[in-house]
């Protein structure tokens, strides 16, 4: 049964069943010359993660210039043949790659070859464009048969060569130098590879070289980050001997400055900010020229490497020259990394330092209310005593005026005496009356 109905399709299944095929390699017979341009999104020398510039304008207005059409927007591969040269178009997360490919009408000799590149078809206008923006130029001359020494020594002007035997039937040779036209240099030949293998060598080439520029875009932030770091870690010990001298100062006195504790939670609350601002201003670049790197070793253990008497493999180059910058992005990630958790460790310390010296300062409140609560009762039970005292004599008094006018009509013989013997029963009566009504409102 074959599927006929898209709709029985998952709304992803065809893009990413295409998404494999995205970026196939140029199909490249020797001899050929290539042309090659990485053009960064950014302009601020890698500082962090790539916005602003379209990768579609640039070869949209290419594509104007020959009177081509331009993809869409949303194009991620692009392929013409523009009848002098052909072009490969690749969009990528930081950058776009232009390759142009032209076969030559002639033999050339190969030093003659970096002379004639399919890049002196392009217009001036197009070119001045990429101003702020190229990070790659690269020309590749693919030729048919071995290079001899001063064939190679004439064309990468005196330098010294990286080379190999790759992929079982093809030599390469680069210095990885900027020339004095302003590109690098690649001389690939052909002394057996099988069809397309040609097509697959120069696109791992170009990768390598392109990779490898992208990944050292660390380097420069890391050099300009140790110094930051530098300051923030002396800053951290001063801190931390403060702290110290502190702890001194309060085991002779026996007395908590809370004042100085705050001021020292302030400073390293504001190296705990310096310290993130470095690292959300480094960390992309960071993970970036890791991942960069990563492709860049991935791609030359493809070449299947064999080595050359006399002239050090691309491996042993890369090994030698761009391990130990890659080595120097990733350590001071990590230093970057443990001076946060450093900060962090001695923030979480301070903090629960000044917590404890305002728990003593909330006990010693609350021990001085305690005082004052008592003195308040006290206080009450003298008011009321007296209370006992005022309410009797005004219950006598009451009794008084009773007694009085019992003794006009002859019920009480003597007033006086009556009072005085009620005075006790009175005040007893008040009293208890009173604790009474305490007992009912503490157990209310």
């Known amino acids: 049964m074959t599927i006929v109905y898209s709709s029985l399709n998952h709304s992803l299944r065809v893009p990413l069943a295409a998404e494999i095929h995205s970026r196939p390699f140029l199909k490249l017979e020797a001899p050929e010359i290539i042309s090659h341009f990485a053009v960064y999104r950014n302009t601020d020398g890698g500082t962090g993660a790539p916005t602003g510039h379209s990768h579609h304008a640039t070869l949209t207005a290419l594509c104007k210039h020959f009177g081509v059409s331009a993809p869409a927007n949303d194009a991620k591969y692009f392929f013409h043949d523009f009848g002098r040269f052909r072009l490969k178009w690749e969009c990528h997360t930081e950058f776009s790659t232009y390759t142009f490919a032209e076969r030559p009408l002639e033999a050339m000799a190969t030093e003659d070859a970096f002379d004639n590149m399919p890049s002196t078809h392009l217009p001036q206008e197009w070119l001045l464009t990429l101003q702020g923006k190229l990070m790659v130029a690269a020309h590749v001359v693919l030729q048919k048969g071995p290079a001899t020494p001063e064939t190679l020594q004439r064309a990468f002007e005196g330098n010294t060569l990286a080379g190999s035997q790759v992929m079982q039937g093809g030599e390469l040779y680069s210095d990885f130098a900027i020339q004095s036209d302003g590109f ?160 962090a460790n001695t923030n979480d310390l301070l903090r629960t330092r000044v917590g404890i010296i305002q728990e003593q300062q909330n006990r010693q409140i609350l021990q001085s209310m305690n005082k004052r609560a008592a003195q308040q009762l006290r206080l009450q039970q003298a008011v009321e005593g007296l209370s ?57």
């Open 388 to 444: 006992v005292a005022a309410i009797s004599y005004y219950v006598v008094g009451l009794l008084g005026y009773a007694t009085k006018a019992g003794k006009a009509i002859g019920v009480i013989g003597n007033p006086e005496v009556f009072i005085g013997l009620l005075v006790p029963a009175v005040v007893a009566g008040v009293w208890l009356s009173l604790r009474s009504m305490h007992k009912r409102l503490h157990t209310a």
């Open 184 to 343: 690098s240099r690649f001389v690939i030949s052909d002394v057996g590879m099988r069809a397309q293998q040609a097509g697959r060598l120069v696109q791992r080439v170009l990768e390598i070289e392109t990779y490898r520029m992208f990944a050292l875009l660390g380097l420069p932030q890391a050099h300009q980050a140790a110094p930051a770091l530098n300051g923030i870690e002396a800053e951290l010990v001063t801190l931390a001997g403060a702290m110290v001298q502190t702890d001194a100062a309060q085991a002779n006195t026996g007395s908590v400055d809370g004042a100085t504790e705050q001021a020292l939670l302030g400073e390293i609350t504001r190296l705990a900010a310096r310290i993130e601002k470095l690292s959300l201003e480094t960390s992309y670049r960071f993970s970036a020229s890791k991942a960069y790197f990563r492709l860049v070793n991935a791609r030359i253990e493809e070449l299947r490497e064999a080595r050359i008497e006399g002239i050090p493999t691309v491996g042993e180059f890369m090994d030698r020259r761009l391990t130990p910058a890659m080595n120097t992005c990733e350590a001071l990630a990590g230093r970057q990394e443990a001076l946060a958790r450093r900060v």
